[in-house]
């Protein structure tokens, strides 16, 4: 790719396009939509983890003033949902499998009269073995889906086959560039280390819950706004499940209160369709928090167990994982078509000649896993930077430079076969230990941690339309949505940048799915690159065609036209924008679209991006308590598009980190969470914001996005965990291997207990 010099107008912080709307409550999401006739939706759920329907009484709630329509699984039949694999009933008909399952869906004239007509269903229950990760996959398990090859899987494919049928989903890589098996380089390697790694559900902490509205309109399309960042894939889904062509669902997602991965996945709009079918009426539904953090889709916890083989001087010659990843009740939450987390590889940033990574997705009566910022390199990250640290300490090397003799190098494969394109592991693990003063004496009980970090750089496929406008302004339309990441401001900046205008003539229109420029949705660091390239496209034939019709307008020699700093410039005469477009928009309209396809192609390098941390924490041995005193950040970038954007994605990287890190655990005690609200489950605060510096490695020529752009929103999450749980060890000598680092569980391995 062809990397222009970056424009001035990049450098200077950017105006968020959506910005005026948002700090004068002018934008309107979806709770606030109100429409005449709308009714409330509200559902009966289930209190059991596990059980089998023996009836159910929706009498007294058809009975209730207000209520307009009571359904249950019997009445809308086998109706599933899913991102990938449609296994979640919209509502359970023969059995439940987690508390919090919805049986049963009310529609009345208001929320209140809703969730009261909700509680007057009378549910009998059986209940039934409790499936968990311990006893999921043993031979007389209960099996949770007894008809899981039935359901529907999206696109024509196929549920991957399986060892046992509580094993929802499966994956294995294997590699070898030297020839050799795995355990024969296990058996010649001078030291073999194995270690194994915990992590815990987490809940995504948007601001705004999952809501939709949903109606039939005067064609009888389903007609929808919600809070789904990928209108296009849920339009597929509701296709897929309810036996529906896709050009008679309508998807409209303009303003999203914030994602974080957790929001791919919708529900209640299906149920919400029944209702609107069976009432002719619009139907309104805002999940509460106590719902989202027991009953949506949370980032699963996992068990990891990592075994390397390395040579006396420190190299790493092979290596092999297992993940056991708790999915919950259902796979709905998950894209990948192994119906694994798709990033759940180890020891990613490094070069390792012969690899064999197994990945396990488990069926259990718990929270269904999904999608959470960087979905599956936290809790891998974790454990593989953890498991080298480990692997240092015992070899007597230092922790930066064992990391330096591994990592990645350009050109060199990485642990999935995958080659790295302009892979910068070593010019970051030498600004970590330049910047951090890594080799300075600290006071006891304080100690650093290092970690280093890789995330791909999205890929996919998208397309805008421009236009010009009367009044010498250039709409972009998009099918994105905006979920607070900046994708309208980077449309805007980039779409200026490439025609040399003024960034305020740019106009951004959003579409709803019936638009011309449908978009698959905001996920896996895809936006700025595949959206800000097609925008590119799109902004540089547009320039091209004005220049071209300003000399036919204007009567300028062709060819000699050129568009610069919002004029027109031919030799030494120059117009105003504004003058020649209002000449050139008395001729036919002007549009052009601007597509692009960023999709991998096997064989080719890929594109990752690294970063690495150095935590400085101290604990107190008398309680296991942590404190970060300090924070080293450092992150290969490209081209930055969005100044203030990209300093904030990585400042919520830290915190989303020592979320991680510290507190975050959705906790499940006998199928049930413990920690059902934002009272109970702790999100950090900026109290809990450490000292933090941030170290960018620029390199405009290395980044596939737009003017050489990378990504930045799920790079700096992924190993924070790792860097605070190696600064407890340097500053305690506490190897804790489950995360959150608890002063409980701090403890514990202080009093010599181990995790």
Request: hydrophobic share 40%; aromatic share 4%.
């Amino acid at each position: 790719m062809q990397v222009l010099e970056q424009p001035a107008l990049l450098a200077e912080p950017e105006y968020r396009v959506e910005g005026p709307l948002k700090v004068t409550g002018a934008a309107r999401y979806t709770a606030d939509l109100n429409m005449p006739g709308m009714l409330w939706m509200a559902y009966t759920r289930s209190d059991r983890p596990h059980a089998r329907i023996v009836s159910v009484d929706t009498s007294a709630a058809r009975d209730l003033p207000g209520v307009h329509a009571v359904l249950t699984g019997a009445d809308i039949g086998d109706v599933c949902v899913g991102r990938r694999l449609l296994d979640w009933p919209a509502l359970a008909k023969d059995r439940v499998r987690i508390v919090g399952d919805r049986v049963a869906a009310v529609a009345a004239e208001s929320r209140e009269i809703a969730e009261e007509a909700a509680r007057r269903v009378q549910v009998e229950y059986e209940d039934l073995p409790l499936v968990t990760l311990d006893n999921a996959l043993d031979d007389d398990a209960p099996i949770l889906h007894p008809d899981v090859d039935s359901y529907k899987v999206l696109s024509g494919g196929k549920r991957p086959k399986t060892s046992h049928p509580n094993m929802h989903g499966y994956s294995v890589v294997e590699k070898s560039e030297t020839g050799e098996t795995l355990e024969a380089v296990f058996q010649r390697a001078d030291h073999v280390f194995e270690h194994t790694f915990s992590t815990a559900r987490e809940f995504q902490g948007f601001l705004e819950p999952r809501a939709c509205v949903v109606w039939m309109d005067e064609e009888d399309r389903v007609r929808i706004v919600n809070t789904n960042k990928s209108p296009a894939a849920v339009r597929q889904q509701l296709a897929t499940a309810l036996d529906l062509p896709e050009s008679r669902i309508v998807i409209d997602t303009t303003f999203i209160g914030g994602d974080f991965g957790g929001k791919g996945l919708s529900i209640d709009e299906f149920t919400g369709y029944f209702l609107a079918r069976a009432t002719g009426r619009p139907i309104k539904a805002v999940m509460t928090y106590a719902d989202e953090l027991q009953a949506s889709n949370s980032r699963h916890s996992a068990i990891m167990r990592l075994r390397t083989a390395v040579s006396r001087d420190g190299k790493f010659l092979a290596h092999e994982s297992e993940a056991i990843i708790d999915g919950g009740a259902y796979a709905a939450g998950k894209v990948s078509p192994a119906l694994v987390v798709p990033a759940h590889n180890t020891l990613t940033a490094y070069h390792v000649p012969v690899t064999r990574l197994e990945a396990k997705a488990v069926y259990t009566n718990s929270i269904p896993g999904g999608s959470m910022r960087a979905p599956g390199d936290p809790q891998s990250m974790f454990a593989s930077e953890c498991h080298v640290d480990m692997i240092a300490s015992a070899l007597g090397i230092d922790p930066i430079e064992l990391r330096r003799r591994n990592a990645l190098r350009d050109g060199e494969p990485s642990v999935t076969g995958e080659r790295v394109h302009r892979a910068r592991a070593v010019e970051v693990l030498d600004a970590l230990e330049r910047e951090s003063n890594w080799h300075s004496p600290l006071p006891a009980g304080h100690g650093r941690g290092v970690s280093l970090g890789v995330r791909h750089i999205g890929a996919g496929a998208t397309a805008v339309v421009m236009r010009l406008l009367e009044g010498g302004e250039v709409e972009v339309i998009t099918g994105v949505a905006d979920q607070g990441g900046g994708a309208y401001t980077v449309l805007r900046r980039v779409a200026a940048a490439v025609m040399s205008v003024d960034p305020r003539r740019v106009v951004i229109r959003h579409a709803d799915t019936s638009g011309p420029a449908p978009d698959p949705g905001v996920g896996g660091q895809r936006t700025t690159h595949i959206l800000g390239r097609a925008a590119q496209a799109g902004a540089t034939e547009m320039k091209t065609r004005l220049e071209e019709l300003a000399a036919e307008a204007m009567g300028w020699p062709a060819g000699e036209v050129r568009l610069e700093e919002d004029r027109f410039v031919v030799g030494d005469t120059s117009a105003a924008f504004e003058e020649v477009a209002d000449e050139i928009a008395k001729g036919p309209p002007v549009e052009v679209r601007g597509a692009y396809d960023g999709t991998h192609k096997a064989g080719e390098p890929g594109d990752f991006e690294f970063a690495g941390y150095v935590v400085q924490a101290g604990v107190d041995r008398e309680t296991g308590s942590v404190t970060i005193d300090d924070v080293l950040l450092v992150a290969d970038v490209g081209t930055i598009i969005n100044p203030v954007a990209h300093q904030g994605q990585l400042d919520g990287g830290l915190m989303f980190g020592i979320g991680a890190a510290l507190m975050e655990e959705l906790s499940v005690e006998d199928g049930r969470i413990t920690t059902p609200s934002l009272g109970d489950y702790k999100l950090p605060c900026p109290m809990d914001t450490p000292p933090f510096r941030t170290v960018l490695i620029h390199d405009p020529a290395s980044g596939p996005g737009p003017l050489g752009g990378k990504a930045a929103g799920e790079l700096t999450n992924t190993s924070v965990a790792p860097a605070v749980a190696n600064a407890v060890a340097a500053a305690s000598g506490a190897r804790v291997t489950q995360i959150p680092l608890t002063a409980e569980r701090v403890l514990e391995v202080l009093d010599g207990g181990g995790l």
